[in-house]
């Protein structure tokens, strides 16, 4: 199983980006998807996550700029992500949860992808 990542880019203040990252590989079934962002000189930090019953949670610092759906069929998650500030900037994580016919319920993670905003 992998996860690829794609959207990350530069933007300016204010600007938007669309972040996905689809499951590929011997996928069974997917339980959580979301997104996890690391700042240089930062811990990682939780951006959002979507639930397999479309539950969301959202860190207090995106709600209201960032939006995290999800589309099943395609076993992809989406971070749309406005109104964007130079303090969004970070590498950005997905993460999934995710059982095969092989091997029981466990996270997955994809490389990360690089979302800069600067003026």
């Known amino acids: 199983v992998q996860l690829q990542a794609s959207g990350g880019g530069s933007v300016q203040p204010g600007g938007s980006l669309r972040l996905s990252c689809a499951a590929s590989?011997?996928?069974?079934?997917?339980?959580?998807m979301g997104w996890y962002r690391q700042a240089p000189g930062k811990q990682r930090e939780l951006v959002a996550t979507?639930?397999?019953?479309?539950?969301?949670n959202e860190a207090d610092s995106v709600k209201g700029r960032f939006t995290i759906s999800r589309d099943n069929a395609k076993n992809t998650v989406y971070l749309q992500m406005d109104n964007l500030k130079p303090e969004d900037t970070a590498v950005y994580y997905c993460?999934?949860?995710?059982?095969?016919?092989?091997?029981?319920?466990?996270?997955?993670w994809g490389k990360g992808t690089q979302v800069t905003v600067s003026s």
């Open positions: 979507i639930t397999s019953a479309a539950t969301i």
């Open positions: 993460y999934a949860f995710i059982a095969t016919m092989s091997r029981p319920t466990m996270d997955y």
């Open positions: 590989g011997s996928v069974a079934s997917i339980g959580a």
